[in-house]
């Protein structure tokens, strides 16, 4: 028996373009594998308008509108408010796919959107971490009261599997601690320094290919790693924890000087994150760090990332993550919306 | 609701043994986090006889015999045939823990205690990579005719999600290949040799401590490796692969010499595994490679191991797992277990 499914996209940035591509792309195989077909009934931008069409809008059309800088109004059929929350409400559908930007400070108003996503009995896949660090308790309970899913493992680490590995596959196990890479962005800039650039070089390069923001702040002081600190703490650990709680240095202290000395010693500094239990106080802390070769976090590049679990029944989970894009985003919610269709059945 | 498990554990050494201390350690948080309580109603050794008991083995009584040399027959409360099959015929068990010895030749007798619990009605987990690779088709099968689970994370990384991860986790991603270190016993003798000893130094090393076995040749050989290869073959890409068909190089041409040549420009030996499809074909191997501080492999020390799946949808997602023992595998054997309740709720 084919199921189909009513999906809404509130927000077509490069992850929720890359999503559609990715629905296109596995359209097939969703039905013939998963046995479940789609439609996508509404889809909001931030700045390209919003379209609403119970039949299913024409992704490849919405697609080209988007990226050809035009507005998906014209694919609209439903008269609806101009908000976000107007739309979700308009847009009848069974599954929330929200990917609009990150608020490091409040996680507003992605945690409306997810409200409102349960409030009209969808189920809600995010990539946003600003829900998971300010809303977790709340949106979790909400979810659970209407029994919904929320979901969002692309919110750290893209589509690497970090949030689901602990639902089945550790089962049993107590999570104790863990360190790791966890900011792109910072990883690659501190290789573009080691090459000799300055920071404010570096940053540039990085914002000519689109890695770094047009306000590198966010990442070169460490909040959006502080921020993957706190939702992991939160979800993991059961420790809830804000990125304001973290102890955080950026990167702004690293030079190309000391990267030479360290290199001269066969090390590197990276960003590391880390958090855990010690002498029974809960620890949080993002900070640029010196780690040889021996180190697992060594040979992390780019805009790889790398995490290493300490559990009670495993000394050393680590997950590695090599060369993201917005399609392995992409792919962290399609094996949410995947995980939904199996629980529903 | 709390409901019990009648458990029976074929094979008592290392890992059977570390998964009965597991479960006596978690006995608590099973019945409260997931309302199970159980008996282990068999236990059958190699060399120290067998008991079955219709209300609960103790186990610490049976660690305690087996520890001190004694036999486990003086537990036993039914008479039973001599061989295994009709020890897990007498068991009456929910679940089957078969943890005997790898046969890389056939993958016998395990695939026989197998076939021998799912005719008892018994749900199956093992540590044992022989059935997965030599009788995978036929055990899923009879596992699937009997609405009965055969579960085996432990074959291959020990604990370490390999297999789950591939359930949920990673619904809708499917795998083109994979490379790793999967061998613990090579890659400590490796860096043995790194730090001078010859092979047979630092094989002689490896039996003194109980990482290497008195017949070196299955690990030494890559047929261990071999195996690994094929089971992840074999089970996540649906390439049926037995571990012959690897082409397969061991490390006994590594020597201390190659390996200074390597460190002076600063890159190590290591024993890696690969699996995928070139230009169409299917090719699995198992050779000593030089590997650099860049690779993910060189910072894989002692006995740790480290697996790098490539997918259509993740360019590369690794699993490292660091100073396994037999209790990581355990863990493996627990998860399995908690799979398998929940699935039945």
Known sequence: M???????LAGFGNVGRAFARLLIKKEEELRTKYGLTFNVTGISTGRHGSAID??????VRALVLVES????????????????DAFIKACH?????????????????????????FEQGMHVVTANKGPVVHGYQKLTELARSRNLHLMFESAVMDGAPIFSLFREPLMGAKLLGFYGILNSCTNLLLDLMAEGKTLEEAIQYGQSIGITETDP???????????KVAALSTVLMLHPLTPQEVDRTGIRGISPNIIREAAMVGEKWKLVCSAGYEQGDFKAKVAPQRVGADSPLYSVNGTSSFVVFTLDVLPGLGILESNPGPET??????ADFLNIVKDAN
Chains 1, 2 share one sequence.
Do not use: C, M
Not at 54 to 59: A, F
Not at 329 to 334: C, E, K, S, Y
């Open 54 to 59: 119970q039949d299913g809008i024409d992704l």
């Open 93 to 117: 559908g069974d599954v929330l796919f929200e990917t609009t930007p990150v608020n490091p400070i409040n996680g507003q108003p992605a945690i409306d959107h997810i409200s409102t996503g």
């Open 69 to 84: 800088g035009r507005s998906l109004n014209e694919l609209n059929k439903v008269v609806h408010g101009e908000s976000t």
């Open 329 to 334: 985003t992409a792919f962290g919610l399609l």
């Open 2 to 8: 084919v199921k189909n499914y009513r999906l809404v």
């Open 217 to 227: 702040s966010n990442d070169v002081d460490g909040w959006d790693a502080s921020i």
